[in-house]
């Protein structure tokens, strides 16, 4: 007999703290969240605009975004068994813990942006490196580019090497902050349920829409299965 495992892939827009107020406790194995780290593309903080970051920007609304409330922070604690959390450095006095494993995303850069990024997490392990190269037109892997829709989107293969590490197929992952849904990719390739949020519209079709192709692209997933083994769910708020 054919035994069947079904994925969820929730992708939804609205304000992740309408969501994250609904969710049973520890109802998510991890989230890992990318939220706004009050900075900008260029590693300035958000009042200290150059000329050099304007040629950078690439939508206002993206830029304007504040860093989350703490209530964001104790909710995300209350619905995951455990956190990874990038810009961790610079949202360590909203997130109020310390951790002796935090990540390092060594993205392989060169000239403004920054060397690594850093993200904290809830485990109890040691400091681990990733080493990924994502810089500008440069990738990681320069034959299978992963095409950009999103001024801040990390790379589908990072996110990937991470969660081999730090989660299981079958397991339900959180994503409060979705942009161009690498995360979510990374989840189908995997086998791992995801709910996805994004708050802003454009952000959001795009996402969906890279996400649909992607599912069309792949014939099976992770363990060999059909791809139909994927649901796809969409809802908007
Ligand atoms: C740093 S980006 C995430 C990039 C993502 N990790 C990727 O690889 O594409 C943060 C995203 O969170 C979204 N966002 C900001 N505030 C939000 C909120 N309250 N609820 C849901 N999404 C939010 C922004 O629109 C933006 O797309």
Known sequence: MMRFTTYNVDMVLGDNMHFLRRFPDKYFDLAFVDPPYGIRQDGHRENDRSKLAKSKDYDKSLWDQPRPPREYFEQLERVSKN??????????????????????????????????????????????????????????DMKNKEQRIHPTQKPVGLYKMILKKYAKPGQKILDTHSGSASLTIACIDLGMDIFAIELVQKYFEDSVERVERHLQSISHDFQGKPKENVQLRFFLI
Not at 83 to 97: A, E, S, T, V, Y
Not at 107 to 136: H, I, Q
């Open 83 to 140: 956190q990874i959390i990038w810009g961790g450095n610079h949202l360590i006095d909203l997130i109020g813990k310390r951790s002796p494993c935090w990540i390092v995303w060594d993205k392989d850069n060169s000239g403004n942006f920054a060397d690594c990024e850093l993200a904290y997490t809830s485990f109890d392990t040691a400091v681990r490196k990733f080493k990924f190269r994502w810089n500008g037109m440069l990738q990681e």
